[in-house]
């Protein structure tokens, strides 16, 4: 059992599948009380029903009060799961962009901007961002996702260096492949890409309490992805050289 969630108040957003569903179940298996957000009610309710958590659905940039109220008036970990993985290029349309950007990337600094003053003033408090391993590197045809990920890794980084001594722990993880609906959706890039080292949903719960009981800001479900992003800041000509091999390789896939 991992003490400093037993007992905790956790929200995790984007809950109804996937990581999401995996982490609150985790949690709830730690002796945590968990709040189940997602979109779809449904979805949020089965998860819900099933951990002994209470639902919540609705917008994640929306979920913190109503959260808060569920669990008693504190929020002990707060976990900004839900993402959307907008494919495309440069040339993707900018409701797209924009999309991606809310969900990514300003939800948690929304989330984090509600739970903020109360954890500053208690000393205490855990942000968790679901980040994925495009916010460490890239991901080839899926340009949206690639940059908001950057930005949600970035802003997780940033609470982390600047609040760390006033009591708030941060944790950012960057699996790569996920055995999710996401990479189902993500077709023959997916496949050729991510597919075959993916982990399942539970692999990258694990992780995070790991994470979690050593302190850990930066939470790798693919130990791999450390040293692709040395790599990457070493000799980043070779790096790009490399991924552009891959962008090529997918292109030439029928």
């Not at 991606?100 to 990337?105: E, G, K, L, T, Y």
């Not at 997780?156 to 950012?172: D, M, P």
């Not at 890409?193 to 979690?212: F, H, N, Q, R, S």
């Amino acid at each position: 059992m991992v003490g400093a969630v037993q007992g905790a108040g956790v929200v995790v957003t984007g809950a109804g599948g996937g990581i999401g569903a995996a982490l609150a179940r985790r949690f709830a298996a730690e002796g945590a009380r968990v709040v189940v957000n997602d979109l779809d009610a449904d979805k949020a309710k089965a998860v819900a029903d099933e951990i002994g958590g209470t639902a919540v659905p609705g917008d994640a940039s929306a979920v913190v009060a109503e959260a808060r109220d569920a669990l008693g008036g504190t929020v002990d970990v707060y976990c900004a799961n839900a993402g959307v993985g907008s494919g495309g290029t440069e040339a993707a349309d900018e409701k797209v962009w924009a999309l991606a950007w809310d969900v990514n990337v300003m939800a948690h600094v929304r989330a984090a901007h509600q739970l903020l003053p109360a954890w500053l003033e208690r000393g205490s408090g855990r942000f968790v961002s679901t980040v994925s391993a495009a916010g460490l590197l890239t991901m080839i045809g899926a340009a949206p996702y690639s940059v908001t990920k950057h930005g949600a890794y970035a802003f997780a980084e940033w609470l982390s260096l600047t609040y760390r001594h006033r009591g708030l722990k941060v944790h950012a993880i960057c699996p790569q492949g996920v055995r999710t609906d996401m990479l189902t959706a993500t077709g023959r890039l997916g496949e050729l890409v991510l597919a075959p080292t993916a982990v399942d949903p539970e692999d990258v719960a694990e992780a995070l309490l790991k994470g979690i009981e050593e302190d850990r800001f930066l939470i790798l479900p693919h130990p791999e992805a450390a040293e692709y992003y040395q790599a990457r800041a070493t000799d980043p000509e070779r790096w790009l050289a490399n991924m552009n091999r891959v962008q090529q390789k997918w292109e030439a896939t029928p």
